[in-house]
């Protein structure tokens, strides 16, 4: 009778905004060992699965029998997760992978490649360069996302760091975005980094880099120690804007759990950050046209029918 009112209707119950969560994630040596406790699986799938975007570090699992029961874990109500690892990384036999899980309805990979330290002016500046993904997030305003990861060695953090720099450059200059997340566990805090140190980086001086975690965050687990080591950093003002909040997810907390029963988990608390993505209108509109097509086509059949 009234498309226009299909319409309305339609439009006000359709979801327009996206709370978009992007999380990091030292799941310190996340391997078979880990894999096999059935209790600390679970509480990983609770804590992976909060996320629309993912990096676990630390998994040093040649085979990746931890990470494909992980993701069985992930999946088991419905296939949603997917994930995209780097090669193991690391400079003698200590290696370490970098792995990305994504919810798969929303999410895809469009590009990836290994961030090459050898050639640049400071070689091997890295102990585990960066695997850069490139995603794109369907239906949203903001579709082209890169992210970078990093785990630093600590007594190098301040070098590696400064070097995220130049990673920067040649993500920007290798793909047109400008939007842009570096993330991990940078080390970047107590002994590690001082704050004297850190105003020296580019990362941090240049007022175009936003960095979501501050200093007075705590991201590891042990009561004994309070230090902001991991890391969210986005670049782009498109980006920023859209950030609502960020923070660690106290797993202990949330989960109910003791000291003791979340080391078993890692030593680290996720650090995570909420984006307010809106849908693109083309995903909103498209699904209302329909909706007036058929009731107008529903209309000139009830009158025929007369
Ligand atoms: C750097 O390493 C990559 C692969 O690891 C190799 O293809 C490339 O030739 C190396 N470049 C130099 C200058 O050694
Ligand atoms: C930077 O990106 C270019 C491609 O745009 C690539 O050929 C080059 O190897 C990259 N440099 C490093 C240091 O990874
Ligand atoms: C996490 O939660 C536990 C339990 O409530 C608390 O004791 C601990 O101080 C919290 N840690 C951080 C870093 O917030």
Same mark, same amino acid.
């Given at each position: 009778?009234?498309?226009?009112?299909?319409?309305?209707?339609?439009?006000? !119950?359709?979801?327009?905004?996206?709370?978009?969560?992007?999380?990091?994630?030292?799941?310190?040596?996340?391997?078979?060992?880990?894999?096999?406790?059935?209790?600390?699986?679970?509480?990983?799938?609770?804590?992976?699965?909060?996320?629309?975007?993912?990096? !676990?570090?630390?998994?040093?699992?040649?085979?990746?029998?931890?990470?494909?029961?992980?993701?069985?874990?992930?999946?088991?109500?419905? =296939?949603?997760?997917?994930?995209?690892?780097?090669?193991?990384?690391?400079?003698?036999?200590?290696?370490?992978?970098?792995?990305?899980?994504?919810?798969?309805?929303?999410?895809?990979?469009?590009?990836?490649?290994? %961030?090459?330290?050898?050639?640049?002016?400071?070689?091997?500046?890295?102990?585990?360069?960066? %695997?850069?993904?490139?995603?794109?997030?369907?239906?949203?305003?903001?579709?082209?996302?890169?992210?970078?990861?990093?785990?630093?060695?600590?007594?190098?953090?301040?070098?590696?760091?400064?070097?995220? %720099?130049?990673?920067?450059?040649?993500?920007?200059?290798?793909?047109?975005?400008?939007?842009?997340?570096?993330?991990?566990?940078?080390?970047?805090?107590?002994? %590690?980094?001082?704050?004297?140190?850190?105003?020296?980086?580019?990362?941090?001086?240049?007022?175009?880099?936003?960095?979501?975690?501050?200093?007075?965050?705590?991201?590891?687990?042990? =009561?004994?120690?309070?230090?902001?080591?991991?890391?969210?950093?986005?670049?782009?003002?498109?980006?920023?804007?859209?950030?609502?909040?960020?923070?660690?997810?106290?797993?202990?907390?949330?989960?109910?759990?003791? =000291?003791?029963?979340?080391?078993?988990?890692?030593?680290?608390?996720?650090? =995570?950050?909420?984006?307010?993505?809106?849908?693109?209108?083309?995903?909103?509109?498209?699904?209302?046209?329909?909706?007036?097509?058929?009731?107008?086509?529903?209309?000139?059949?009830?009158?025929?029918?007369?």
């Amino acid at each position: 009778m009234f498309p226009w009112l299909h319409l309305l209707v339609f439009h006000l !119950l359709w979801p327009h905004v996206w709370s978009f969560r992007i999380c990091a994630f030292n799941a310190q040596h996340f391997g078979e060992k880990k894999a096999a406790n059935q209790e600390v699986l679970d509480i990983l799938v609770k804590i992976v699965q909060r996320c629309d975007i993912c990096l !676990l570090q630390e998994v040093q699992d040649p085979k990746g029998q931890a990470l494909s029961k992980l993701l069985q874990g992930l999946n088991r109500q419905q =296939e949603l997760f997917q994930f995209v690892v780097s090669p193991p990384l690391g400079r003698n036999s200590y290696m370490e992978k970098y792995a990305f899980i994504y919810k798969s309805d929303k999410i895809s990979v469009r590009d990836q490649y290994k %961030y090459h330290d050898n050639d640049t002016k400071k070689p091997d500046v890295f102990a585990r360069e960066p %695997y850069v993904v490139r995603f794109t997030l369907r239906y949203a305003d903001l579709q082209d996302l890169v992210v970078i990861p990093q785990h630093t060695v600590p007594d190098k953090a301040d070098e590696e760091i400064e070097a995220l %720099y130049d990673v920067f450059l040649n993500v920007t200059s290798h793909w047109r975005c400008n939007n842009l997340v570096f993330m991990g566990d940078f080390n970047a805090g107590c002994s %590690y980094l001082s704050k004297k140190k850190r105003r020296t980086l580019r990362l941090y001086s240049d007022p175009k880099f936003h960095w979501l975690i501050g200093d007075d965050i705590d991201t590891t687990v042990r =009561e004994s120690t309070t230090c902001p080591y991991d890391r969210i950093v986005v670049y782009g003002e498109e980006l920023a804007n859209l950030v609502n909040s960020a923070g660690i997810y106290n797993f202990t907390k949330e989960l109910g759990l003791t =000291e003791a029963e979340a080391l078993k988990v890692s030593d680290h608390y996720p650090v =995570e950050a909420d984006l307010k993505l809106k849908y693109s209108s083309a995903h909103t509109l498209l699904p209302s046209v329909i909706l007036i097509v058929l009731s107008v086509l529903a209309a000139g059949g009830t009158k025929t029918l007369q």
